[in-house]
């Protein structure tokens, strides 16, 4: 009896960690300028559950016991407040991919991108950290299976994609390394748009053999313990 005691106390330390960490990752979606209202959303995997920002909730009134989670089918099982409209491509990631963690923005920079090119063009080495050249999916209505669908096409070989008209969504193994991704794609995306904009110059650009090489340096990139 002791034993499914702890393990029962675990799973719901787990889930309150997580979920405040969810929060926070979506309030800094805000702060940061890569949302506005209650646009985008977050979510993060706790073994078979996925913990995700509910429909239409700012992001500073939810609480510890706002909590919110469904299975991998997509059933909800902890929580009263609706999980969010794009819950189908939050899924679709976490059953094509080994990720931890899933961010979805309507980034201003990187939507605009959506709307010009089918590929964000390779104006930074730091493609390399989404595993190449990013892809724009198709335009889908959100919330649909068709939208989910044509972002796992995007996403094939890349941990982030655009959504045309629409946004980004970013993947990794924690909230951490997903929201960094959201942030490079951004970033990214801005430099382009900001170098194109000028005048007569095109911006130059790095093959992709380049950026493979960018990707076998990062392998190596940050601390050891």
């Given at each position: 009896?002791?034993?499914?005691?702890?393990?029962?106390?675990?799973?719901?330390?787990?889930?309150?960690?997580?979920?405040?960490?969810?929060?926070?990752?979506?309030?800094?979606?805000?702060?940061?300028?890569?949302?506005?209202?209650?646009?985008?959303?977050?979510?993060?995997?706790?073994?078979?559950?996925?913990?995700?920002?509910?429909?239409?909730?700012?992001?500073?009134?939810?609480?510890?016991?706002?909590?919110?989670?469904?299975?991998?089918?997509?059933?909800?099982?902890?929580?009263?407040?609706?999980?969010?409209?794009?819950?189908?491509?939050?899924?679709?990631?976490?059953?094509?991919?080994?990720?931890?963690?899933?961010?979805?923005?309507?980034?201003?920079?990187?939507?605009?991108?959506?709307?010009?090119?089918?590929?964000?063009?390779?104006?930074?080495?730091?493609?390399?950290?989404?595993?190449?050249?990013?892809?724009?999916?198709?335009?889908?209505?959100?919330?649909?299976?068709?939208?989910a669908e044509n972002m796992l096409v995007a996403l094939r070989d890349r941990?982030?994609?655009?959504?045309?008209?629409?946004?980004?969504?970013?993947?990794?193994?924690?909230?951490?390394?997903?929201?960094?991704?959201?942030?490079?794609?951004?970033?990214?995306?801005?430099?382009?748009?900001?170098?194109?904009?000028?005048?007569?110059?095109?911006?130059?650009?790095?093959?992709?053999?380049?950026?493979?090489?960018?990707?076998?340096?990062?392998?190596?990139?940050?601390?050891?313990?």
């Amino acid at each position: 009896m002791t034993d499914t005691a702890d393990t029962t106390g675990q799973r719901r330390t787990a889930i309150e960690r997580a979920w405040e960490e969810l929060v926070a990752t979506a309030l800094r979606t805000v702060r940061e300028g890569l949302v506005v209202g209650t646009s985008g959303n977050v979510s993060v995997r706790v073994g078979e559950l996925v913990l995700v920002t509910p429909s239409g909730v700012p992001y500073d009134r939810l609480r510890p016991e706002d909590a919110v989670a469904v299975d991998l089918g997509g059933k909800q099982v902890l929580g009263s407040l609706t999980p969010t409209s794009e819950l189908p491509m939050h899924l679709a990631v976490y059953r094509a991919t080994g990720a931890g963690a899933v961010v979805h923005t309507h980034a201003v920079h990187a939507t605009a991108v959506s709307t010009l090119v089918p590929e964000l063009p390779l104006v930074h080495y730091m493609a390399a950290a989404l595993g190449g050249p990013v892809r724009t999916a198709p335009y889908a209505v959100y919330g649909s299976p068709e939208l989910a669908e044509n972002m796992l096409v995007a996403l094939r070989d890349r941990s982030g994609c655009l959504l045309r008209n629409h946004g980004t969504v970013t993947y990794g193994d924690t909230l951490d390394q997903a929201y960094d991704r959201t942030a490079q794609l951004e970033w990214m995306c801005r430099l382009w748009l900001t170098a194109a904009s000028v005048p007569g110059r095109e911006p130059s650009l790095l093959s992709e053999g380049q950026v493979r090489e960018v990707q076998e340096k990062l392998r190596g990139y940050g601390q050891r313990g």
